[in-house]
T-cell receptor
């Protein structure tokens, strides 16, 4: 069945450092892929998405490219800020009922 | 503004009591979901509904019940049969792309 594997955290960076959070998937067909962000004590918000191979999703300086050949959707940001401290979830649209399949989340802490 | 609203934000329950968490959306979405989130863990699906008057169990449905009498509403009842109910509960709506509420933090006292 469809599944998502996300790198384990926590990830701790200094402000202005480069961020990569790895996400790989297993799926039949070509599902849409998503990154969600959860700030402390809140619900999840959609950060970016990609709906087909080679698509690049981007938002708030974050980017991720749908790589069919490596079944990956890694999240990157060139220069993180303290305000980026949150938990990041990778997800894919799964199966006929189209409910999302979730990674376990990666906690990011950015220090000033 | 369209959105999804969960209430209350914090909820305290005595052991042995049932408690109902509210979830309302005005996004005209057919699909709605309930997730449970424990500290340091990912999202676990409790129940989901793809259309009014229909719902399916997710991965951890035991001790929970839901109803879907209206498109806008998908309340979750945490029953006394749920042995470890203290958690953060998230409601979402949408097909493929999910929109989340702000969550309800349930604590058993």
């Amino acid at each position: 069945g469809n599944s998502v594997t996300q790198m384990e955290g926590p990830v701790t960076l200094s402000e202005e450092a480069f961020l990569t959070i790895n996400c790989t998937y297993t799926a039949t067909g070509y599902p849409s892929l998503f990154w969600y962000v959860q700030y402390p004590g809140e619900g999840l918000q959609l950060l970016l998405k990609a709906t087909k191979a080679d698509d690049k999703g981007s938002n708030k300086g974050f980017e991720a490219t749908y790589r069919k050949e490596t079944t990956s959707f890694h999240l990157e940001k060139g220069s993180v800020q303290v305000s980026d401290s949150a938990v990041y979830f990778c997800a894919l649209e799964g199966g006929n009922n189209r409910k999302l399949i979730w990674g376990l989340g990666t906690s990011l802490a950015v220090n000033p | 503004d369209g959105g999804i609203t969960q209430s209350p934000k914090y909820l305290f329950r005595k052991e042995g009591q049932n408690v109902t968490l509210s979830c309302e959306q005005n996004l005209n979405h057919d699909a709605m979901y309930w997730y449970r989130q424990d500290p340091g863990q990912g999202l676990r699906l409790i129940y989901y509904s793809q259309i009014v008057n229909d719902f399916q169990k997710g991965d951890i449905a035991e001790g929970y019940s839901v109803s879907r009498e209206k498109k806008e509403s998908f309340p979750l009842t945490v029953t006394s049969a749920q042995k470890n109910p203290t958690a953060f509960y998230l409601c979402a709506s949408g097909t493929a792309e999910a929109f989340f509420g702000q969550g309800t933090r349930l604590t058993v006292v």
